[in-house]
Nanobody, 127 residues
Framework: QVQLVESGGGLVQAGGSLRLSCAAS????????MGWFRQAPGKEREFVAA????????YYADSVKGRFTISRDNAKNTLDLQMGSLKPEDTAVYYC????????????????????WGQGTQVTVSS
């Protein structure tokens, strides 16, 4: 069982930066692959980034590659998403998630591969 709580969202101007954090509780965090997803109003939840249990492998959506960085600290049970060069189209509720049993791109980009979800944090990018 893993409980996830996101923080760090807010309002930022285009071109700015934000750092999201996800605090996890539960003994299985350090062995779990983790991911970030986002959902804009009227749109489906979409994959943003994922990281394997050790932090050694990560995948990104093409729309954020080069602008966002996912990282984790297993000693602190935290998952972060550093977001830079933000665009208005990055506006969404951002969710952290845990659980894929296989760390392959085709698996981790799919929301149904994750067993646990946080409540989400709102990111709004103004133009």
């Amino acid at each position: 069982q893993v409980q996830l709580v996101e923080s760090g969202g807010g309002l930022v101007q285009a071109g700015g930066s934000l750092r999201l954090s996800c605090a996890a509780s539960g003994r299985t965090f350090s062995s779990s692959a983790m991911g970030w997803f986002r959902q804009a109003p009227g749109k489906e939840r979409e994959f943003v980034a994922a990281i394997n249990w050790s932090g050694g492998i990560s995948y990104y959506a093409d729309s954020v590659k080069g602008r966002f960085t996912i990282s984790r600290d297993n000693a602190k049970n935290t998952l972060d998403l550093q977001m830079g060069s933000l665009k208005p189209e990055d506006t969404a509720v951002y969710y952290c998630a845990a659980g894929p049993r296989t760390f392959a791109r085709a698996v981790v980009i799919t929301a149904t591969s994750y067993d646990y979800w946080g409540q989400g944090t709102q990111v709004t990018v103004s133009s």
